[in-house]
């Protein structure tokens, strides 16, 4: 059993510059593969602005977490000086549909495998779209569906709430588990300021969802 995250850019149509947008989404990327979210070649870009990867059920609502704070803080403009001119100027944000179920071989690219995860992703991308949601999870399991709708629902309510700060601090919790020091020296501000901002953010009822998601994603799993 595996997670499909299909996603694609909100208003990608009004994005200044389209490649920084590609390039400012394969840095978001690499960083997932780089801290073991997902696997190297587990994901992909087609149509320019949408996306799809490959990962284990339990880290799917955290990856998925940790792209929106990513997208939506402007991360990449905190890159290399080497890069940084490559990408985005503008905070952008992402829908995200998450597909949990069994998978067939898993092809290269991506895109050409099969199975029921990523028929749930596919399917639930289009659907949030018309509903005007931003995050939703899927399984072969009604009742399960019907908690995590529930999760889904208010976590979008709390991400909807972050700041470009806020989520700039919830992205450097999540991907890499720092300390507020650790965050603050990176982002060049104090550690009250960091505190300040994960407080705004919710961050301790956004890692009671993420538990309440892991356990019961472990659940089915075994």
């Not at 700060?165 to 992205?171: G, P, W």
């Not at 020091?181 to 969802?209: P, W």
Request: one cysteine or more; proline letters at 2%; hydrophobic letters at 40%.
């Amino acid at each position: 059993m595996k997670a499909v995250i299909t996603g694609d850019i909100v208003n990608s149509t009004y994005i200044s510059d389209p490649a920084k947008m590609i390039r400012s989404l394969k840095l978001i990327m690499q960083r997932l593969v780089e801290h073991g979210y997902v696997r190297a070649g587990r994901w992909e870009i087609f149509r320019g602005d949408s996306f799809q990867l490959v990962t284990e059920p339990e880290k799917s609502l955290l990856i998925a977490l940790i792209l929106r704070s990513g997208f939506r803080g402007g991360v990449y403009r905190l890159a290399s000086p080497l890069v940084v001119e490559d990408m985005l100027d503008e905070s952008i944000d992402v829908r995200l549909s998450i597909g949990i179920g069994g998978v067939g071989e898993i092809s290269d690219p991506i895109s050409e495998s099969y199975g029921e995860a990523f028929t749930l992703s596919g399917k639930m991308l289009e659907s949030i779209t018309d509903e005007g949601l931003r995050l939703i999870v899927v399984t072969p399991d009604a009742q399960l569906n019907v908690h995590f709708e529930m999760i889904c629902r208010l976590t979008d309510i709390i991400i909807n709430g972050w700041s470009e700060n806020s989520s700039q601090a919830v992205y450097r919790n999540l991907l890499v588990g720092e300390t507020q020091r650790e965050t603050a020296d990176f982002l060049g501000i104090s550690q009250s300021s960091v505190q300040n901002r994960l407080k705004i953010a919710h961050m301790d009822e956004v890692r009671y969802l993420l538990n309440y998601f892991k356990d019961q994603i472990i659940r089915v799993v075994r």
